[in-house]
């Protein structure tokens, strides 16, 4: 979700720059950071915007640029004589010399008061028209463009990474299998020899019963196989789906289950380890996930 666009359009006047910033969010979240946009315009434009970004944080800035023959300031005068009465007051009462006693008190005192509020106002005329809104729209339009082109771009990089945790996280399934029979035989010794600690002959035929049950407690194969269908669901929805991201947070969410599972029945130091390994590779998974549409 995350993005950026530009766009200018030149009008009577000067020229309006537009640029829309999107970060992640769970809605489209539109806010306009400017007050040049007309009030009628604003809900068509923040629905265009939302149509178009589906999801995300989405600011909005508007600037304007006057050209040098348009731009114009205008002097409040009338401002401006007051703040130097109340200047000039303020100091005579604070039993300091009339700063117009001289010129150089005088220039001081009337470059003090045009700094102040309201005395200069730099002419801001109406910039958005109804006449000049199809260009101010086309710039969003660009703009808008220019951020899904963007997020397109970071969207194909984000598939190829998110595809390359899928398959080491696969791969380390897969070497978990491998310590399955080293397993067996562990979890058989340390049973045995409990037994021989505690000086038992247990009965072999129903030793052996006892240790075919504890053992399918413990197996692992239909966490494995459920994981791999989830790993297939995940890259059949990330390259098929229009807007995954939700129902890829759903997924990552259930390829977490079968992981813990496992970890939980490995009761295996190595196996342990690469339940670890999938654990740190699915959090990334879904860190990235937010970044989706």
């Known amino acids: ?122 002419g801001t005329k109406e910039v958005i028209t109804d006449d000049n809104w199809p260009l101010v729209e086309a710039a969003f339009d660009e703009a808008l463009a220019a951020l899904d082109a963007f997020r397109v771009k970071e969207g194909a990089v984000l598939r190829d990474d998110l595809a390359a945790k899928v398959d080491r996280i696969l791969d380390f399934s897969k070497q978990v299998e491998s310590f399955e029979a080293e397993r067996t035989a562990s979890v058989r010794e340390k049973i045995l020899a409990r037994f021989a600690e505690l000086q038992i002959s247990p009965d072999p035929s129903r030793l052996e019963q006892e240790m075919i049950f504890y053992l399918e407690k413990l197996d692992i194969n239909e966490e494995r196989v459920r994981l791999r269908q989830h790993c297939k669901y995940f890259m059949e929805t990330l390259d098929g789906t229009e807007h995954p991201g939700r129902k890829l947070g759903f997924i990552a969410q259930e390829m977490g289950r079968e992981i813990n599972t496992t970890g939980s029945k490995a009761n295996h130091g190595e196996m342990q380890r690469l339940v670890t390994c999938m654990k740190d590779e699915l959090e990334k998974i879904k860190e990235q996930t937010l970044n989706i549409l």
Do not use: H
């Open 1 to 122: 979700m995350t993005g950026f666009g530009k766009a200018e359009a030149n009008l009577e006047g000067g020229r309006l720059r537009v640029e829309i910033r999107s970060l992640n969010g769970k809605n489209a979240d539109v806010t306009l950071k400017t007050q040049l946009i007309p009030k009628d315009r604003e809900m068509d434009l923040r629905r265009k915007v939302a149509e178009v970004l589906v999801r995300g944080n989405i600011d909005i800035f508007v600037t304007w640029e006057p050209s040098a023959a348009t731009a114009s300031a205008s002097l409040d005068t009338a401002a401006a004589a007051a703040y130097l009465s109340q200047l000039r007051t303020l100091a005579t009462d604070s039993g300091l010399p009339d700063p117009a006693s001289d010129a150089l008190g005088s220039a001081t005192l009337i470059a003090s008061a045009l700094r102040l509020p309201e005395v200069v106002s730099a």
